[in-house]
């Protein structure tokens, strides 16, 4: 069954087109790697899925919804996950407050005027929240304040925090951006183990071919905002295309 | 206790003895003696503490914990105090349903102007607010003469309908705002040799109103709404990306800080039945933000101490004068208390504000936590020399 699908999707900013005629479909439980160079509309691509920005034509379909027109928490709602390229997390926050806070949009919805009884009598949601900590390895560190933790902890928790709302579809950008070899090499590993252990659809933006070629089971290419070929990462790594499109021009991967 | 854990509960202990006890500790000076112009045991004065001490709790739970900066909470104050001076007017001098009422009505503006304002975040924000506190004042001050006095401001009178209070006999006189029989002007005087203590109605009561008021605002920084506001400020983007739709959390905490101002003015119209539009100043609404900045933002015993600090100053350094600067240093040759006086005159009377500028930049510069981070310095001082003494372990302990 196809997860998400994305049809005929274009996008201007002024003068220039950044996507036009985007077709994309994911099949549900695959990992999904978009990659291209720079410039080539992958983040607007994603920006486009998750209700930051709405395309000029187009339509954007998610387990046979629609998703546009809505705004980013609804989109959230409707079982998209979304992590950033910089982890965005609760910087003044600790971490397992960090992790609390999506279990209740999970539980409560969008808004829930919950002011009267204290965040300790929430048994359900500690349990959760303990329960995804402890899955990310990170249950020692529940009482830290989260900013004050590395990046590669970052971004563990941030994808922790999307995974405590079961996702039907994660969306990573750039995961990997900015990390040693070790810190990417663990989260690699992190993702394979998150793959395994649930059924989860993963669509993944990203530079680092060796991310892709780990993960990836279908790769889609875009360049100059058009998708050039989309394939299985055994084919995509001889096509002539894509050698000169992107792959020639980082000859060091 | 009450659903708190036991930091919390000692918490509002604390404050509830403070405020209970207030009238011994703010006048420790006798009477008659030098230092009794320190004295801020008087009934006005503390019934302004817990006042303003209101206004700034629910001033803190909006920009405590959202970060959102409201320049035009005064009005909120103001409405408050119209409606509660026309229950007064209206229906009885009992001050309940004029509290009830200006709740309401305060609760009301604010989602008006809380859902238009709360389309911008930031500068924007402020400067929105700030407009439309202006506007209010503005029309308070002329347009809506008949409903808000005008320049003179909303007084009570003679033929007032007050239709609850048909029966009762003022005797000439207009009535006094009071609690089933009670006014808020009853007080009673303790003579304790050169020491006067004076227990004042209105003053409790205040306080009363004002500890459910803390204890409120503690149940909702420890709630599920409470974290959310906190990571609103945090982190508003990924908040969105995280299911949750920020707009109507950051809503709900500007009418429950509107409500709150609206308490206040509605306890400050029951002290002294008389509403005026200078109450909706912007000036107003900036001593609120100076008030939490001063005592801790997202503090929770933090704006108290603000509003306190700052209304002590309002009312005691500026009745200092020069004379009373003579006697000081009149122990001094002349030539130097003539120069002493001359130079710390400017900080005195109508000085005052010189000296709240100079201590607020002292606070933002050196204890941006304000006067709760002060406290707690101390208070590690102290921890940190007792061990020291007791034994020589190295201090490696986590800043709380």
């Known amino acids: 069954m196809k997860i ?71 989109i959230n709602q409707m079982g998209i996950s979304r992590v950033f390229q910089t982890p965005e997390i609760f910087g003044d926050l600790t971490v397992m407050e960090n992790m609390m806070i999506p279990c209740f949009a999970k539980r409560d919805g969008a808004f829930e005027l919950n002011a009267i009884s204290s965040v300790q009598s929430q048994k359900d949601i500690i349990e959760h929240a303990e329960h995804v900590l402890d899955d990310m390895n990170m249950l020692d560190k529940r009482h830290m304040v989260a900013s004050a933790m590395s990046r590669g902890d970052k971004r563990r928790l941030e994808i922790g925090m999307c995974l405590s709302q079961e996702p039907r579809l994660l969306l990573l950008d750039e995961p990997t951006a900015g990390m040693a070899r070790a810190d990417t090499n663990n989260t690699i590993d992190l993702l394979k183990e998150i793959k395994s252990k649930r059924d989860i659809t993963i669509v993944i933006i990203e530079h680092d071919m060796h991310v892709v070629f780990s993960l990836a089971e279908r790769i889609t290419v875009l360049a100059q905002g058009t998708p050039l070929v989309e394939d299985t990462p055994e084919n995509i790594k001889g096509h002539p295309k894509v050698r000169e499109a992107y792959l020639g021009e980082s000859s060091g991967h | 206790m009450f659903g708190l854990d036991k930091k919390d509960t000692m918490l509002l202990l604390l404050v509830a003895a403070l405020t209970a006890l207030a009238p011994f500790l703010l006048n420790p000076f006798p009477e008659g003696s030098a230092l009794a112009q320190f004295n801020a045991g008087y009934p006005d004065l503390m019934q302004r503490f817990v006042i303003f001490g209101i206004f700034a709790i629910g001033f803190n739970i909006l920009f405590g914990l959202t970060g959102y900066l409201s320049f035009g909470h005064a009005a909120f104050l103001g409405v408050g105090s119209y409606a509660a001076v026309w229950m007064f007017k209206l229906l009885s001098m009992n001050v309940l349903p004029a509290i009830v009422l200006a709740v309401v009505m305060s609760g009301l503006f604010a989602l008006l102007i809380g859902y238009v304002s709360l389309r911008r975040s930031g500068i924007y924000f402020s400067i929105l607010t700030l407009a439309f506190a202006q506007m209010m004042f503005a029309l308070a001050y002329s347009v809506l003469t008949p409903i808000t006095g005008g320049e003179t401001g909303l007084q009570l009178a003679l033929d007032d309908p007050r239709i609850l209070d048909g029966g009762v006999e003022t005797g000439g006189n207009i009535p006094v705002p009071g609690l089933f029989g009670m006014e808020m ?4 005087q303790l003579e304790l040799g050169a020491w006067v203590f004076t227990f004042n109605f209105g003053y409790y009561f205040a306080a009363v109103v004002m500890l459910i008021a803390f204890y409120i605002a503690i149940r909702i920084f420890r709630s599920p709404f409470g974290m959310m506001l906190r990571a609103i400020k945090a982190n508003q983007q990924r908040l969105n990306y995280t299911g949750l739709n920020t707009r109507p959390y950051t809503l709900a905490a500007f009418v429950i800080s509107g409500m709150y101002a609206g308490l206040a003015g509605a306890l400050m119209a029951s002290m002294d039945p008389l509403a005026g539009a200078e109450r909706m100043f912007w000036t107003a609404s900036g001593e609120v933000v100076l008030m939490t900045i001063l005592g801790g933002v997202g503090t929770l015993i933090g704006p108290i101490l603000g509003a306190g600090a700052i209304k002590y100053m309002e009312n005691i350094i500026s009745k200092i004068n020069s004379d009373i600067l003579h006697n000081w240093f009149a122990f001094l040759p002349d030539g130097l208390e003539d120069l002493l006086v001359t130079l710390v005159y400017p900080f005195i009377g109508k000085g005052w504000h010189l000296t709240l500028g100079i201590i607020f930049m002292l606070v933002v510069i050196f204890l941006p936590g304000g006067l709760v981070e002060g406290g707690q310095r101390v208070a590690r001082l102290f921890k940190s020399k007792k061990t020291d003494s007791s034994a020589a372990k190295p201090q490696t302990e986590p800043g709380e």
Do not use: W, Y
């Not at chain 1, 439980?29 to 509309?41: K, R, S, W």
């Not at chain 1, 691509?45 to 919804?65: A, R």
């Open chain 1, 4 to 74: 998400l699908e994305v049809k005929d999707v274009n996008k201007r900013f002024g003068g220039l087109k950044a996507l036009s005629e985007v077709n994309l479909s994911v099949e549900e439980n695959t990992v999904h790697a978009i990659i291209g160079p720079n410039g080539a509309g992958k983040s607007t691509l994603l920006n486009c899925l998750v209700g930051k920005l709405i395309p000029d034509t187009g339509s954007v379909m998610f387990n046979g919804q629609s998703v546009l027109g809505r705004a980013p928490h609804e």
């Open chain 2, 185 to 188: 002007r009853d007080s009673v």
